[in-house]
């Protein structure tokens, strides 16, 4: 039996007092909640505001990046124990706000100027397999752009992330992995990907992850959506197969909304 996740992520959103607010929202709605895993991921400064506001609660704490180096003359990132020492069990790696695709930047390009920050695949990995090594958990992000969608290759796009992304990872290790598929054009549109194509797509990663490693790791692999999950859809992404939870930015902002997320989750515990 896979347990059903339900993960904040709160991007570039939250000062500190606002942190703690959402967070004690969440806290009262979902906080004892057994039946879902709940982790709320906002930003770096928030984190060990948001450690003290969850202490009583089974709400874990993620953080939204990390730098695969431990320590040296990397101004401005973070490490995996750094991430630990404020609390953090969980880290989402190669989220596509985070994915380069088009190499230089266009200063008058919006959409290659928000690629700024450069993830790659081999990026993403060496992420991955330093969060498992220093004992976090990683969310790794993969979905496909809307043009890759319309040339038809999806599949091909996903699958290539998902196997980048774990090469060199033990079959112990891939028990502390959760994959989250989230197309790039349902990310912040309203545009939600129907369910069956969700399912679908999820479906086709649970093999990639068999193919890598084996049946058993596949079954066991936490597999959620993301991509516009709201109050309103949530319930029929939950109750597909393949789909163990949700990746969520926009309703995970508010504190209501988190919770009816998180109440279905747990309600479909299967
Ligand atoms: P959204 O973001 O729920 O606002 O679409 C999801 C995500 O980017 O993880």
Redesign the pocket.
């Known amino acids: 039996m896979r347990k059903p996740v339900m993960a904040g992520?709160w991007k570039m959103n939250c000062n500190n007092d606002e942190a703690k607010e959402l967070a004690d929202g969440v806290v009262a709605r979902g906080g004892q909640v057994e039946d879902a895993l709940v982790i709320l991921c906002p930003p770096a400064t928030a984190l060990t505001t948001v450690n003290d506001s969850i202490k009583n609660s089974n709400v874990k704490l993620g953080a939204q990046n990390m730098f695969w180096e431990q320590s040296g003359a990397y101004t401005g990132e973070l490490s995996a124990d750094m991430l630990l020492s404020c609390g953090c069990e969980y880290v989402i790696i190669g989220?596509s706000?985070r994915r380069g695709r088009f190499g230089s930047v266009d200063e008058e390009d919006a959409e290659a100027l928000a690629a700024i920050f450069g993830d790659t695949d081999e990026t993403v990995n060496r992420k991955v397999v330093a969060a498992l090594a220093a004992g976090l958990k990683p969310i790794i992000c993969c979905g496909e752009l809307l043009s890759e969608r319309q040339a038809g290759s999806t599949d091909d796009v996903v699958a290539s992330q998902v196997k980048a992304a774990l090469e060199g990872v033990s079959e112990a290790d891939a028990a502390n992995v959760i994959i989250a598929y989230?197309p790039v054009w349902?990310?912040?549109t309203g545009e939600v990907c129907d369910a069956d194509e969700a399912n679908r797509v999820c479906g086709m990663v649970r093999g990639v992850v068999a193919e890598v490693f084996n049946e058993d790791v596949a079954d066991s692999m936490q597999i959620l959506y993301?991509?516009?999950?709201k109050p309103n859809n949530v319930e029929g992404l939950m109750e597909q197969e393949h789909i163990d939870g949700g990746?969520?930015?926009?309703?995970s902002l508010d504190a209501e909304s988190f919770g009816t997320l998180i109440a279905v989750a747990a309600d479909s515990a299967k």
């Open positions: 992520n989220h706000e989230e349902a990310i912040g993301g991509g516009s999950v990746l969520v930015g926009g309703a």
